[in-house]
C-alpha cells in the first residue's frame, strides 16, 4: 500500500468476508453434491473463484466445512417446520409444510442424496431426532383437528412425508418442477388427508 492510499473501511472488510463465506458454502454444496463427503478444498475454491486459502480462513478444516453445510440444511428444515407450526389452521398448516419441502428439495436435495451415500455425520441422529418431533408434533395436531385420517398411524404418515422428498427429486427431471410437485402433493393428500369440507 503506498503511503497516501487509505486502508479500506472495517466495514467493507466485513461486507468482503461475508461475501466469501456466502460464495464459499454455496459452492460447497454443488461439490459435496457432485462428489459426497469426500469433497476437495481445492475444488471448491475453483467453484467459488476464490483462492484456496480463502477456503480456509473460511471453513478451517474439511470436516468444519461439511458441518457448515449440514447445518444450512438443518436451519432451513426446522424454519420450514416452524413456520408451518405457527399457522393454526391445520390443514393450511399442512400444505405449507408440503410447499416448502419442494423447496428444500431444490436447495438441498442433492445434499441429501450425498449424506445418505455417505457416513453418518456427528450430530446427525440428534438433528434428525429432534426434527422429527417437532414435524411429528404438528402431525398429531392435524390428526387431532381431523385433518389426517385416523387409519393413518402417525409413523406412516412422517414416512410418507418423508419419502415426498426423494419421490419429487426423482422424476422433477422427467415432468418438471411444477407438475412433481403437485403429484407428489396430491399423492399425499389422497394418502393421508382427510376430504375437504364442502
Not at 99 to 122: C, F, K, N, S
Not at 164 to 175: D, S
Request: hydrophobic content about 45%; aromatic content about 4%.
Amino acid at each position: 500500500m503506498s503511503p497516501g492510499e487509505l486502508a479500506p473501511p472495517q466495514e467493507h472488510l466485513r461486507a468482503d468476508a461475508r461475501a466469501n463465506r456466502e460464495r464459499v458454502i454455496a459452492a460447497a454444496r454443488t461439490v459435496m453434491a457432485k462428489s459426497g463427503l469426500g469433497v476437495d478444498m481445492r475444488d471448491v475454491a475453483q467453484e467459488a473463484g476464490v483462492g484456496v486459502a480463502t477456503v480456509y480462513r473460511t471453513y478451517k478444516t474439511r470436516e468444519v466445512m461439511i458441518e457448515a453445510v449440514i447445518n444450512d440444511l438443518i436451519d432451513d428444515l426446522t424454519g420450514l417446520i416452524d413456520r408451518a407450526h405457527r399457522i393454526t389452521d391445520s390443514r393450511l398448516a399442512i400444505e405449507n409444510l408440503l410447499a416448502g419441502t419442494w423447496e428444500m428439495a431444490e436447495r438441498h436435495g442433492d445434499i441429501v442424496d450425498a449424506l445418505q451415500r455417505g457416513p453418518e455425520q456427528a450430530g446427525a441422529g440428534e438433528h434428525r431426532t429432534r426434527l422429527q418431533a417437532r414435524a411429528g408434533a404438528l402431525l398429531q395436531r392435524a390428526l387431532a383437528d381431523g385433518v389426517i385420517r385416523a387409519d393413518c398411524p402417525l409413523p406412516y404418515v412422517m414416512a410418507n412425508l418423508s419419502s415426498l422428498f426423494t419421490l419429487y427429486l426423482a422424476v422433477r427431471g422427467q415432468i418438471g418442477p411444477e407438475a412433481a410437485a403437485e403429484a407428489c402433493a396430491e399423492g399425499f393428500r389422497r394418502a393421508v388427508l382427510t376430504p375437504k369440507s364442502p
